[in-house]
């Protein structure tokens, strides 16, 4: 009786290595992707391009990382295929060399929509996986996944600033090093959760019926509202991730590289905010923490429009703290509406928050052409109020919250 107990523990125990191992490949993969808005400022010279057709490109790329996750995500729910990220960083290595040796505007679409489907068959195996390895705590873990995709996103302009603007275009086929390292990390990783999960002791048979859920109607509702909080948070991004370098240089007369670090800081702050928002969740509930991410940011984007260098700096940061908790509340709040499609809702929201921010993206192009890339932030400043909509959200019960996903 006396090893029951380390053996039954061994497995939680070192499922967090997996889930650091997780963390890094969702650093590397969107590290990777974040490169292609980090190099707009440059490609938009040399290709002689406007803000529509910047806009088509993160269009093209999120719509193409969009579509194929929700049928990824379903099917390995019912057949579980850790190497499948493999293929998926395979995708996203020949979009990056494409898009360092493009020579026409068709080629980088191209080469963007490659980098997209790579993304579509990353994160629904890897959310997957995380919420397998939580042990029970599904915002810590999620936060921990979070923090790594949100690091690499922050990345991007840091090495644009340093490396792709200094040196070029074609300077971008270097990172094809880290698209190796991550294959090498996804074939390590998905090895050791087989091994893992296989040592797991079996489940007990339930004791007691299962614990009350909202019925088709509530979760048809709640998902909605969900789908319309999580537009309102990529809308607002996409404004960052493919416009903000513009709007510092063409307000404040600041360099490409200051810019970019500027749109490093801003994107740095995402991973504290992933990470604080998982936790969170797991001790006050989803709830309070979608109404406080969105509603919580809507006094500092008002005022941002009109604030100095310094001031905008400082409010961008606060800003992205408070709404980037929002996305893993939102992801892991889903998930429990919907036990046991973990792939199928992983791949829906991760794919949906794709393909909203690429539509916001290519629809905000079109608003800064014709109205000014100011007016589009003083436009995005009220986006913060659908965060309202999070007051209609159905309060989930303790058994709910507390209900394990199958394998």
């Known amino acids: 009786m006396t090893a029951s107990v380390p053996t039954a523990s061994l497995p939680q125990r070192a499922m967090m290595p997996v889930l650091i191992a997780l963390s890094l490949t969702h650093l590397l993969n969107d590290m990777i992707q974040s490169l292609i808005p980090a190099i707009y400022p440059i490609i938009k010279e040399s290709y002689r391009l406007d803000f529509g057709q910047i806009g088509l490109i993160t269009l093209t790329f999120q719509v193409s990382a969009s579509l194929l996750q929700p049928a990824v995500g379903l099917y390995t729910d019912k057949h579980p295929m850790p190497y499948s990220m493999v293929v998926g960083m395979g995708f996203t290595l020949a979009g990056l060399i494409g898009l360092a040796y493009a020579g026409s505007y068709g080629f980088l679409l191209l080469s963007a929509a490659c980098v997209g489907i790579g993304s579509s068959i990353f994160h629904p195996e890897a959310t997957r996986m995380a919420r397998n390895a939580s042990g029970g705590q599904h915002g810590l873990a999620q936060g921990i996944f979070q923090v ?172 992205n703290l408070i709404m980037s908790s929002a996305f893993a509340a939102i992801l892991i709040y889903a998930l429990e509406l919907l036990p046991g499609r973990v792939g199928l809702v992983g791949g829906f929201f991760y794919g949906l928050s794709f393909g909203l921010g690429g539509l916001a993206a290519a629809l905000l192009g079109e608003f800064a052409d014709h109205l000014g890339i100011e007016m589009v932030y003083k436009i995005c400043s009220f986006i913060p109020l659908m965060g309202l909509l999070a007051w209609f959200l159905p309060r989930l019960s303790e058994g709910t919250k507390g209900a394990k996903v199958g394998h």
């Open 148 to 319: 790594g995709g949100q690091t690499g996103g922050a990345l991007g302009p840091l090495l644009a600033a340093f490396i792709i603007v200094p040196r070029g275009q074609g300077s971008l086929a270097w990172f094809s090093v880290a698209a190796l390292v991550a294959m090498m990390l996804m074939i390590w990783t998905a090895a050791s959760y087989a091994r893992l999960d296989r040592a797991r002791p079996p489940k007990p048979a339930a004791a007691s019926a299962p614990p009350a859920r909202p019925g088709k109607r509530s979760v048809a509702f709640a998902i909605a509202i969900l789908i319309i909080l999580l537009f309102s948070k990529n809308a607002y991004s996409a404004s960052f991730s493919s416009f903000y370098t513009f709007y510092l240089m063409g307000k404040f007369g600041i360099s490409i590289q200051n810019s970019q670090v500027m749109l490093f800081l801003f994107l740095a702050s995402s991973a504290a905010g992933a990470l604080g928002g998982g936790m969170l969740g797991d001790r006050i509930g989803r709830n309070k923490i979608i109404w406080f991410s969105i509603l919580g940011a809507l006094p500092f984007t008002l005022i941002l429009p009109y604030a100095d260098l310094f001031w905008t700096g400082v409010l961008t940061i606060v800003i």
